[in-house]
T-cell receptor
Framework: SQTIHQWPATLVQPVGSPLSLECTVEGTSNPNLYWYRQAAGRGLQLLFYSVGIGQISSEVPQNLSASRPQDRQFILSSKKLLLSDSGFYLC?????????????FGQGTRLTVV | AQSVTQPDIHITVSEGASLELRCNYSYGATPYLFWYVQSPGQGLQLLLKYFSGDTLVQGIKGFEAEFKRSQSSFNLRKPSVHWSDAAEYFCAVGMFSGGYNKLIFGAGTRLAVHP
């Protein structure tokens, strides 16, 4: 069966520090991968998606970047965190088939920038 | 542009009462519609989904949703709410855009259940 792992679960970082959040998927090949951010009262905002190794697309301009060094690994990064980067970050995967039948989510990372 | 609207940010119901959470979408093609639930500090769990066919779909935990194309709506219902249903609920539209599949979410509805 497929599983998705996301870590760390909680992170407190000072302003200006770097960030690296990791997500890995098991039990499937060539998935579509997604990073979402959830801010209070604003639902889930799609930040990045990837359809393959090294293929990253950004949905919104921001202080963050994403990379996919391996087929089932998706990393969210920042060189210098801002206060506004605080939020709950969710990684998700879906089959690369069309249409999208379901997306599966990790348990999330609560990031607090202080 | 594609969008999903959940007009109710917070809803409070008494345990045992019925529940309806509203969802409206804007999408030019045939929508693929989803409802997810999120417990505090957790990821999202799929409640139900609609692709085609019968417009009334059944999901887990006693939830159902009805697709109404004329109203661009996909409202979630439960006849009798349990205290454990307190959570945040998200409606989403799945679409194929720009060469890939993605889910667009509404802002969510936070459900509180009074004993």
């Amino acid at each position: 069966s497929q599983t998705i792992h996301q870590w760390p679960a909680t992170l407190v970082q000072p302003v200006g520090s770097p960030l690296s959040l990791e997500c890995t998927v098991e039990g499937t090949s060539n998935p579509n991968l997604y990073w979402y951010r959830q801010a209070a009262g604003r639902g889930l905002q799609l930040l990045f998606y990837s359809v393959g190794i090294g293929q990253i697309s950004s949905e919104v301009p921001q202080n963050l970047s994403a990379s996919r060094p391996q087929d089932r690994q998706f990393i969210l990064s920042s060189k210098k965190l801002l206060l506004s980067d605080s939020g709950f970050y969710l990684c998700a995967w879906s089959s690369n088939r069309t249409p999208l039948t379901e997306a599966f989510f990790g348990q999330g990372t609560r990031l607090t920038v202080v | 542009a594609q969008s999903v609207t959940q007009p109710d940010i917070h809803i409070t119901v008494s345990e045992g009462a019925s529940l309806e959470l509203r969802c409206n979408y804007s999408y030019g093609a045939t929508p693929y519609l989803f409802w997810y639930v999120q417990s505090p500090g957790q990821g999202l769990q799929l409640l139900l989904k609609y692709f085609s066919g019968d417009t009334l779909v059944q999901g887990i935990k006693g939830f159902e949703a009805e697709f109404k194309r004329s109203q661009s709506s996909f409202n979630l219902r439960k006849p009798s709410v349990h205290w454990s249903d307190a959570a945040e609920y998200f409606c989403a539209v799945g679409m194929f855009s720009g060469g890939y599949n993605k889910l667009i979410f509404g802002a969510g509805t936070r459900l509180a259940v009074h004993p």
